[in-house]
């Protein structure tokens, strides 16, 4: 009897498929699960074409896939070649006889399975790691763009005397290939090596000879080619030193020209001469001439290349370093201010003069400056349009913008005129009904937009709109406008997607009485959704949304907006640029169009210093950005309507643009063909002028000697805040690096820019100019005296131009921390706000402006109040106006001019609901509407005893006094002292107002419109 295992096994007689029908099947599984997992992207691929087609644009796509496709297929066949072809030498140079060893039986399979593929093999590893190093290279195309386009900047720099043009168009590409090939030549030799251990050649247990000598001969070929690339990285690594951070400034300094320059230059014929050690190894066949050439290298690369530089920076440089880095420092601040526009800044003298006489007749002269006094602080009365003018849940104001329009002045003329302006966006997260339908179909757009003259209020302390309500009310009276198409289908932060041109009617507003106004799209804009397959692939790209399939609404005639913000649009469209933080509206042929500024930028420009990008705003296109170099080549617009986008190079001297414009000709257009209409609205870019600003501070300075000690160095001007209760800075606050390891920067905040409409001095006619204050550099921020101020150019005529006004060195007039601190210190204004900001209000300050006015300086601050609750409304009740240290509150600008300056000027103001009188009686009007109580002078109290009013006036009186000495002692502790006998003498004030009890009133309604919701 047979044993059991000796047996006939029972064959498994399955219903299944054979075995090689199984396989075909699971590959078939596999594939299609990796089709399915890659469909979102290829429906994203296959969207994005037809995105850029509906601009136009779709040559600007094809040519930047085609870029990245043709460098990732060159590179991956270049690395493919090179491995397959040391492969074919691994596999014709191996033994013919492997001796026997300890790994024998693993090799012994390994060529059994391997042997009868042996060329496929080597195919499949080449191909395979040829595609990872491909596909690194394919990420670089903007560098390839460049280098391929790129042209001479007509400048040479000051170490090498090489033209800008090689440093920011030909030496980044040429540092990715060599390090490509010399990372690969690395990977190469690795697969060869493990490939002639496959093969025999070398064996690492064998008891006799380990490695072939043919083997030892292959290896220093790759070895000599090793040595050879690296020869190439020092020869084109040299410039890299242009871009040294080790010294006192960036660039190269004494120690890269007198130290690591040199140690480079050895360092490049100690790789020659290991690439021919390596080659005469290819005959001598042994271990020692490599390990000389290694070595060699090794060594000379710790002494030459770290050790000695370090050495000479330590032992000669630091201890005289102003000397030794004369030479470096001046070349740092030609190239820094070539790379930053800094060149051709203009430098006036401004002879200050702080006398009322000199200010008055100033005044008189300038009265169209006067006018365009902004009382209205985008930021702070921000949410008084949201409340007053937003309307609808489903419309907000993203943010508010400054420009400026022809308004009608008080002898019937128009001119250009100052305002404060901000389209009525689409609040997706507003909308009323949150179905599908309702965030995609029904409600598609924002409408309109709501304007103010820059200074115009009602008699509450509103903005006084001109352009304003749903559907748009244009007061033709003051402005000449037309808006006929007011819909805003792309906007500024508007998330998603909507779909028009459906049969479901698109909510256009709604009407006075709630009756549904609806007006369908008949723009271009957009993706046609004529073809089962579009929708199906927005289905996929837009998260396996089946309503995109299933709804009866779209139809063959549907149209999908998406990327529907219109910053999102101008980067998807030209993602080599640079965006400015602030699109703003320009309302052009009767329709809305956004404007956007976009800068090229580099980190390759040699010598100069990294840009100090400090403050700027969330969403800048410069923040978190390394560069060196930036212009402002270019400037965007986006339809609001139908979404097209345009590029205007307003900047043709640019030699980055230049490349660009050569590379991408279908996407920019000359700035001659923009419209004159737009031309006019625009501005000198937000972040630009805070790098140039932030940098202007050490680099107005053009002596080496003066540069490194710092003595004349400026610092942007610190920002007094808004807030009442902290709005003088504190002080001694502790010195913290730059980005760029200059002058120290304090935790003091630095002023924004800003915007005016004013007369320059020695100009004939008004700019519309963004300016800026700076005050003496010092370590702890201590100096806070005006030093100069610096102004960009808006007007086209004279647009990009910077103008520094510099004050007289003896005679500093006061920065706007000072001032702030003056206002501050000021007895009656601490009354007045004292009185306004009780009785569940809030007091705000605007910004403080400094106003140049010929040869005197008046600083203007619009004082605000708002109700404490939900909706705020945020009301001018007073202006501050300061001129020569003498500190004026009133309830208008033009009150306060009559006070500081005794004149009559122009402004849009009405009277402000509230009577501000120097005793300090008087209360605010109820933001937001309602009735204003005004005190009549005089009145006698019903009740309470006047002895004990007048003594708590009295202690009100001394504890302001107690407060202003405080605040003059300085320091923290002065400063908290300050605010608590502040607060002491209000409660004071309160208590005598409650002692009065009932009081003889006058009032006046004065009712505003509300919200709705």
């Not at 030699?655 to 737009?678: N, Q, R, T």
């Not at 945020?874 to 240290?885: D, S, T």
Request: charged fraction near 20%; proline fraction near 6%.
């Amino acid at each position: 009897m047979r044993a059991p295992d000796d047996m006939p096994r029972r064959r498994f007689r399955g219903t299944g498929v054979p075995g090689r029908g199984r396989v075909i099947l699971l590959v078939a599984a596999a594939v299609l699960f990796v089709l399915l997992m890659s469909l979102r992207g290829l429906a994203r691929f296959y969207t994005d074409y037809l995105w850029f087609d509906s601009l136009g644009l779709s040559q600007v796509w094809s040519r930047i896939l085609g870029t990245k496709w043709a460098l990732g297929v060159a590179f991956t066949l270049v690395f493919a070649v090179m491995c397959f072809a040391s492969l074919t030498v691994a596999d014709r140079i191996a033994p013919k006889f492997r001796p026997a060893g300890p790994e024998d039986d693993l090799l012994t399979r390994y060529h059994q399975v391997v042997d009868r593929r042996a060329g496929w093999v080597r195919l499949g590893v080449s191909l395979f790691f040829g595609v990872i190093a491909g596909a690194g290279v394919s990420a670089q195309w903007n560098q390839w763009i460049l280098f391929r386009n790129g042209g001479d900047f007509g400048v040479r720099d000051r170490t090498f005397d090489t033209d800008i043009g090689f440093y920011v168009f030909k030496l980044p590409f040429i540092t990715t290939v060599i390090d490509w090939f010399f990372a690969s030549l690395v990977i190469i030799l690795l697969i060869t090596a493990v490939a002639h251990y496959l093969n025999g050649g070398i064996r690492m247990q064998a008891p006799f000879q380990r490695v072939t000598p043919q083997v030892k001969a292959h290896l220093s070929v790759l070895l000599a080619l090793l040595a050879l690339v690296k020869a190439v990285d020092y020869w084109f690594g040299r410039y890299e030193l242009t871009y040294s951070t080790r010294g006192v400034v960036d660039g190269a300094t004494y120690t890269e020209v007198k130290a690591q320059l040199p140690a480079t230059y050895l360092l490049l014929l100690i790789s020659l001469l290991s690439c021919a050690l390596f080659i005469v190894n290819i005959w001598r066949r042994g271990w020692v001439l490599p390990v000389v050439a290694v070595g060699l290298w090794g060594f000379v690369q710790i002494i030459a290349g770290a050790a000695y530089p370090t050495f000479i920076q330590r032992v000669v440089v630091e201890p005289q370093e102003s000397d030794r880095e004369q030479a470096y420092i001046e070349h740092n601040i030609e190239a820094t201010r070539q790379a930053l526009g800094l060149d051709n800044v203009e430098t006036e003298p401004f002879p200050y003069s702080a006398d009322r006489d000199v200010g008055k007749r100033a005044a008189e002269l300038n009265r169209e400056t006067i006018r365009n006094i902004r009382l209205l602080d985008p930021k702070v009365v921000a949410p008084t349009y949201q409340n007053l003018q937003s309307l609808r849940t489903f419309y907000q104001f993203n943010d508010l913008d400054v420009d400026r329009y022809q308004i009608r002045r008080s002898d019937g003329t128009f001119t250009t005129t100052q305002v404060v302006l901000a389209n009525r966006d689409l609040n997706v997260s507003g909308i009323p009904q949150p179905s599908w339908e309702g965030r995609h179909i029904a409600y598609t757009h924002g409408y309109g937009l709501a304007m103010a003259a820059a200074n115009a209020t009602t008699e509450s302390g509103s903005p006084d709109f001109i352009v304003k309500d749903v559907p748009t009310r244009i007061n033709t009276d003051e402005i000449q406008l037309d808006i006929n198409q007011p819909q805003i289908y792309f906007g500024e932060r508007l998330p998603g997607y909507s779909i028009v041109g459906t049969t479901r009617d698109e909510v256009d507003y709604l009407a006075e009485d709630g009756t549904l106004v609806t007006n369908p799209y008949t723009g271009r804009g957009g993706v046609s959704l004529d073809s089962p397959i579009r929708r199906a692939a927005f289905f996929l790209r837009f998260n396996f949304e089946w309503n995109l399939l299933l709804s009866d609404f779209v139809t063959s005639d549907s149209r999908i907006l998406y990327l529907r913000d219109v910053r999102e649009r101008v980067q998807e469209v030209a993602p080599f640029l640079q965006f400015d933080a602030d699109p703003y509206p320009v309302v052009m042929g009767g329709h809305i169009v956004y404007l956007i500024d976009a800068y090229t930028t580099t980190d390759r420009y040699p010598n100069a210093q990294r840009a100090d990008a400090s403050g700027l705003p969330r969403g800048s296109g410069l923040e978190g950005h390394r560069f060196n170099y930036v212009r402002n080549s270019v400037k965007a617009v986006v339809d609001a309507y139908d979404g097209t986008v345009k590029l205007y190079v307003v900047d043709p001297q640019d030699p980055i643009i230049k490349a660009y414009d050569k590379a991408f000709p279908d996407l920019f257009e000359p700035v001659d063909a923009m419209p004159s209409e737009l031309r006019d609205h625009w501005r000198y870019p937000e972040d630009l002028f805070r790098v140039q600003t932030n940098m202007w501070g050490q680099y107005h300075i053009t002596d080496p000697r003066s540069f490194y000690d710092k003595t004349n160095g400026w610092a942007v001007a610190q920002d007094p805040g808004t807030a009442v209760a902290t709005g003088t800075p504190a002080q001694n606050q502790p010195a913290v690096t730059t980005p760029t390891g200059q002058f120290a920067r304090t935790l003091a905040p630095r002023i924004e820019p800003y915007y005016l409409l004013m007369r320059l001095p020695g100009e004939q006619q008004e700019s519309f100019l963004m300016l800026r204050p700076f005050v003496p550099y010092s370590e702890d921020d201590s100096k806070r005296q005006l030093t100069a101020f610096m102004v960009g150019k808006s007007d086209p005529d004279d647009y990009g131009k910077l103008v520094v006004y510099e004050m007289p060195s003896g005679q500093l007039p006061d920065g706007p921390a000072v001032v702030n601190a003056r206002i501050q210190a000021d007895t009656e204004v601490s009354r007045q706000i004292s009185l306004l900001d009780q009785k569940g209000s809030t007091v705000t300050y605007g910004d403080l402006l400094l106003i140049p006015i010929d040869n005197t300086i008046l600083y203007v601050r619009p004082l605000y109040v708002s109700s404490q609750g939900s909706t705020e409304v945020r009301e001018l009740k007073a202006v501050i106006a300061v001129f020569g240290g003498q500190v004026v509150m009133r309830p208008t600008l033009r009150e306060a001019l009559v006070d500081l300056l005794g004149i009559e000027a122009e402004t849009f103001e009405r009277q402000v609901g509230v009577e501000l009188t120097p005793g300090g009686q008087g209360e605010p009007a109820p933001p937001g509407g309602g009735t204003t109580t005004t005190t009549t002078p005089g009145a006698s109290p019903p009740a309470g005893e006047p002895g004990d009013v007048a003594a708590l006036l009295a202690d009100a009186e001394r504890l302001f006094r107690e407060a202003d000495d405080a605040l003059r002692s300085g320091g923290a502790s002065g400063l908290a002292t300050y605010q608590e006998k502040v607060t002491q003498a209000a409660e004071k004030v309160r208590q005598a107002q409650q002692q009065l009890g009932a009081t003889t009133t006058t009032t006046t309604s004065t009712t505003q419109p509300q919200a709705e919701a």
